[in-house]
């Protein structure tokens, strides 16, 4: 009982330290808020009857704080400007430092090495944080610091190393690692439209992770050879885990592939031919893994899985994924038959 109350807190307090950093005012206050955020991060990692959690909890609190340490540095410089107390110019820029430690933040290419290492030892919960929550307020952050294509190198890098590394995985966590590192490549190329574009990408992200999670956490799958247990289960969680998968990789008809489509308009627009042509083949890359996977679990089944105990499946869980799963593929179809958008 206080283990679970205990939790609670931190939980409360990552999410308090995450509104803080995205509504302060100065640096300073980002940083606090970006602090607080770790600190009550790393609690909630650690599992007593998982090794790997401690591991995974040094490594990640490691990395956050160099890279806290770096924007603590720049943001004092950047004070130190204002007030005409020094001059950087001659041989400091204070955007491309802010930007590189956010980047480390986010774990986009090449900074990426941390993230499925860091992953592997988490839970299917705790690997949902990390993917979705608190890759939050570091976005909020470049898209405050963001203001030219300096960072077009780390879209390559992030779109081009996320799909090529996600072939050969056999760890699901490890998988969806690096498809957030295929997907950060996306949003970061959405920061440089409008906040509306990235932040939409970000949650539709966001709920397609959750819907994919969910499955693997309540049969408790972890490998790919794992996945051939649905073709022995109902035909609703197969058809849930096959949508959810193709629209992660952004197959249409399906939701996932709504954000693509409008940074794509949107890179044909400003006539940027060739980031559309680099994402768009790497999005076929991507799209491979993801296909293989989905199909492996819905057409493939061991002739024994003795081996797999008998779990009861959650109708609530099940009835609310595939919810979910309607209304993405009625939400995209509204929006191709309209043929309209706010964004």
């Known amino acids: 009982m206080i283990n679970y109350i205990s939790k609670i807190i931190f939980l409360f307090t990552l999410i308090l330290g995450t509104i803080i950093c995205i509504s302060s005012s100065s640096w300073f206050g980002i940083w606090i808020g970006l602090e607080?955020?770790?600190?009550?991060?790393?609690?909630?990692?650690i599992n007593n009857k998982n090794l790997l959690s401690t591991e995974s909890a040094i490594k990640y609190f490691l990395t956050q704080t160099f890279a806290s340490l770096i924007f603590l540095f720049t943001s004092i410089i950047y004070i130190a400007k204002f007030n005409s107390i020094f001059n950087f110019n001659a041989f400091i820029n204070e955007n491309t430092i802010i930007n590189r430690a956010i980047l480390l933040k986010l774990g986009a290419a090449p900074f990426h090495f941390?993230?499925?290492n860091i992953i592997d030892g988490l839970s299917w919960i705790n690997s949902l944080l990390i993917l979705t929550w608190q890759k939050l307020a570091p976005l909020i952050i470049l898209s405050y610091s963001l203001f030219n294509w300096i960072v077009l190198p780390f879209i390559i890098f992030s779109a081009a190393i996320g799909s090529v590394r996600g072939l050969n995985q056999t760890s699901l966590r490890k998988l969806m690692a690096f498809s957030s590192i295929n997907h950060i490549g996306w949003i970061i190329t959405a920061l440089f439209f409008n906040n509306t574009i990235w932040l939409f990408y970000y949650?539709?992200?966001?709920i397609i992770n959750l819907t994919i999670i969910i499955i693997f956490k309540s049969f408790n799958i972890f490998n790919i050879n794992q996945i051939f247990i649905f073709n022995n289960n109902s035909p609703i969680i197969k058809f849930c885990f096959?949508?959810?998968f193709l629209s992660l990789g952004g197959l249409p008809p399906f939701l996932g592939f709504l954000p693509k489509w409008?940074?794509?308009e949107h890179l044909i627009k400003i006539n940027n031919i060739f980031i559309l042509i680099f994402l768009v083949i790497i999005a076929l890359i991507t799209l491979f893994f993801y296909t293989r996977?989905?199909?492996s679990g819905l057409l493939i089944s061991y002739p024994s899985t003795s081996w797999i105990k008998t779990i009861q499946i959650n109708p609530i869980q099940i009835n609310i994924n595939l919810l979910i799963n309607i209304l993405m593929i009625l939400t995209l179809l509204i929006f191709m038959i309209n043929n309209y958008?706010?964004?």
Do not use: A, E, H, V
């Open 36 to 45: 607080i955020n770790l600190l009550s991060f790393i609690p909630l990692i």
């Open 114 to 116: 941390w993230l499925p």
């Open 203 to 206: 949650i539709i992200y966001l």
């Open 242 to 244: 096959l949508i959810n």
């Open 262 to 264: 409008i940074i794509i």
């Open 293 to 295: 996977i989905s199909f």
């Open 341 to 343: 958008y706010i964004i």
